[in-house]
Nanobody, 113 residues
Framework: QVHIVESGGGWVQPGGSLRLSCVVS????????IQWYRQASEGQREQVAV???????AYGDSVEGRFTVSRDNAKNTVYLQMNDLKPEDTAVYYC???????WGQGTQVTVSA
């Protein structure tokens, strides 16, 4: 059974940075795609980034150029480096592994002055 835990969220001022971590236990992590989603308190869940088994990445339009996703297969971990954060980035950020349809509990990111 796959278990996912996100961490690294918190409060940051506009223009600041945070790095989120997504640790995946169970299954064969190195062969799976991982995706980051976010959901604001009054919004729909939005795809933020995806990283393939080989490390190829893609991003949502609203974060392109500011966020970077990476993975460390030795640590079963995917990272989301978020730079130049804006108030509209405020949301709960989730990690999803499509092959197992497993989600983490999410980590809150709040961007405000």
């Amino acid at each position: 059974q796959v278990h996912i835990v996100e961490s690294g969220g918190g409060w940051v001022q506009p223009g600041g940075s945070l790095r989120l971590s997504c640790v995946v236990s169970g299954g064969d992590f190195s062969y799976t795609v991982i995706q980051w989603y976010r959901q604001a308190s009054e919004g729909q869940r939005e795809q933020v980034a995806v990283i393939t088994q080989s490390g190829t990445s893609a991003y949502g339009d609203s974060v392109e150029g500011r966020f970077t996703v990476s993975r460390d297969n030795a640590k079963n971990t995917v990272y989301l480096q978020m730079n130049d954060l804006k108030p509209e980035d405020t949301a709960v950020y989730y990690c999803w592994q499509p092959v197992s349809d497993s989600w983490g509990q999410g980590t809150q990111v709040t961007v405000s002055a």
